[in-house]
């Protein structure tokens, strides 16, 4: 059975970091590519970056470009996505995906 479940959300003040781990199950983790999405109050999910199952590649979107890092431990089957410079607007329950499946979400709240 895949599931995933993410962790690390919070409270944080304009500017600070936070980093999000996406623990993954039930599947051949190293050669899956693994996403990130969010969802914001009243908002459609947007996806916010992604990571090839050898991290060779990753992908982000320009909202986030050079504020969020995505990387992964293959031994540990964990994905992690860094996230500095937050902005208010960074507000969200943010989820991983892959193998078609979700995890549950994690929130993260940026404000003073």
């Known amino acids: 059975q895949v599931q995933l479940v993410e962790s690390g959300g919070d409270l944080v003040q304009p500017g600070g970091s936070l980093r999000l781990s996406c623990a993954a199950s039930?599947?051949?983790?190293?050669?899956?590519?693994i996403y990130w999405y969010r969802q914001a109050p009243g908002k459609e999910r947007e996806w916010v970056a992604s990571?090839?199952?050898?991290?060779?590649?990753?992908y982000y979107a320009d909202s986030v470009k050079g504020r969020f890092t995505i990387s992964r431990d293959n031994a540990k089957n964990t994905v992690y996505l860094q996230m500095s410079s937050l902005k208010p607007e960074d507000t969200a329950v943010y989820y991983c995906?892959?193998?078609?499946?979700w995890g549950q979400g994690t929130q993260v709240t940026v404000s003073s």
């Open positions: 039930g599947f051949t983790f190293s050669m899956k590519p």
């Open positions: 990571i090839s199952g050898a991290s060779n590649f990753t």
């Open positions: 995906q892959g193998m078609h499946t």
